[in-house]
């Protein structure tokens, strides 16, 4: 693959090699790319969501330190300290601070830390890319037994915020499988939940499952539980950004809630995810508080065409915005993985993951 992945590549735009990636913010009114030169540039994408996703920010973290490597002219202990600011844009997604510390491990004996930063980070990326298209050949598995099951042409499956090449590498984790479903010929239908308070299903999942013309239907995250309940939800798979090595998962704010409602109406709920989003080294995540303005403010096209952000609450209101919630094992019916279906305990993950 050589750098050159569906939501970033490596470019040579600017008159240095740097990495170019989409940018998800204009979305899905705009598209548009921005060139990540520098460390800062990186940790600002990823802070501001110019990038955002588990997956996709680890590797744009990998690269990141490539970048780095570049203006520290390869010395590894300046890198060190320019990683430092990388591994701190996002605490809560586990796979950026794997992949930079993949990348620090492995250059540790380097005789040229910038041409090795960059063949790492190439690598890495293709290894993720190659754990994607696993987990949408098992996840399409899961899918093509629930529609033998039950008896039905067409498959609803349910997911939340974004889950395809926008949040991890190429194939993506939640979608994965609907995209290897639709290679095979298998008759999906996609209910996308608008994940407020950002609209990460609204903006990105949507756009994204429409330039693959994946058949999807927008809803209010009201109204999962209602489809859920007169039979219009045959599964649901969403991704994470954390899974500890009890089951619990970390992942975007209302996927709590979605669980709640699937276990409530004897519906499957699968999480998907590569190797870089486990964590085995905590069961317990602060959960990130954000600022209000996200729950106060929307972003839309008005009648003349034109973007604009809009005030949705009274001035003086209060808002609280939380990005994650945090969903026990309890709920899950099993995690989709690229080595396999597993479910969400500790001997079953210890055995894929650690055995």
């Not at 067409?154 to 926008?166: D, E, P, Q, V």
Request: aromatic fraction near 8%; charged fraction near 25%.
């Amino acid at each position: 693959m050589q750098g050159n992945y569906k939501s970033f590549w490596l470019s040579d735009a600017m008159f240095d090699e740097c990495l170019e990636v989409i940018d998800q913010r204009q979305l899905p009114f705009v598209y548009d790319t921005r060139y990540l030169t520098n460390t800062e540039e990186v940790v600002n994408a990823i802070k501001n969501r110019t990038v955002c996703g588990a997956g996709v920010v680890g590797v744009v973290a990998a690269f990141g330190v490539y970048m780095a490597a570049i203006e520290v002219d390869g010395d590894y202990e300046a890198l060190g300290e320019k990683t430092v600011l990388l591994r701190e844009a996002c605490l809560i997604t586990r796979n950026l601070a794997w992949a930079v510390d993949v990348m620090m491990e492995r250059l540790k004996e380097s005789q040229d830390v910038i041409e090795d930063a960059r063949a790492f980070a190439i690598e890495l990326s293709d290894n993720e890319a190659l754990e994607s298209q696993k987990i949408a050949e098992v996840g399409c598995e899961l899918i093509e037994e629930m529609r033998k099951k039950s008896g039905k042409e067409k498959i609803n499956i349910l997911t939340h915020a974004s889950g395809g090449y926008l949040a991890f590498v190429d194939d993506g984790a939640a979608f994965a499988p609907i995209y290897e479903a639709k290679r095979r010929g298998v008759d999906v239908h996609v209910w996308v939940d608008e994940t407020r308070p950002r609209g990460e299903g609204t903006s990105l999942g949507s756009w994204e499952l429409a330039q693959n013309e994946i058949d999807h239907t927008i809803i209010t995250d009201t109204a999962a539980g209602c489809l859920m309940q007169r039979g219009d939800v045959d599964m649901v798979i969403v991704s994470a950004d954390r899974v500890s090595e009890n089951g619990d998962v970390v992942a975007k704010v209302g996927t709590y809630l979605l669980a709640l409602a699937a276990n409530d109406n004897n519906i499957p709920f699968y999480v998907a995810f590569p190797t870089s989003t486990f964590d085995a080294m905590t069961n317990e995540v602060r959960i990130e508080e954000r600022n209000g303005d996200e729950v106060k403010f929307v972003k839309g096209v008005d009648a003349d065409g034109v973007v604009r952000r809009v005030r949705i609450t009274l001035d003086g209101s209060a808002a609280v915005s939380f990005g994650f919630d945090t969903t026990p094992a309890r709920l899950i019916t099993g995690l989709i993985t690229n080595r396999g279906v597993c479910e969400a305990n500790y001997n079953e993950i210890k055995a894929k993951f650690r055995g």
